[in-house]
């Protein structure tokens, strides 16, 4: 599962209204400031590409 498929099909709740970094699905960082989640992402794993996104307080459906 990438990194976005884990963002769309998880339970996220615990994450409400937080930054989240997912990398090889699961999240590996948080918090509420993007900056800080960003470093903490960039000094644990170097070279890599998360998904940084927020998690939003109210999921919006398309139809």
């Known amino acids: 599962m990438n ?3 884990y963002f ?4 996220l709740s ?3 209204g937080s930054w989240v970094a997912i990398l090889d699905g699961r999240v ?3 918090g509420k400031n993007f ?3 960003a ?3 960039d000094r ?3 070279r ?3 998904l940084l996104t927020r998690v939003p307080e109210k999921i919006a459906h398309i139809l």
């Open 28 to 30: 590996v960082a948080s």
């Open 14 to 16: 615990d994450f409400v």
């Open 3 to 5: 990194n976005f498929d």
């Open 48 to 50: 890599k590409k998360p």
């Open 44 to 46: 644990d794993f170097p």
């Open 35 to 37: 900056r800080e989640v």
């Open 8 to 11: 769309v099909k998880s339970d």
């Open 39 to 41: 470093e903490r992402v």
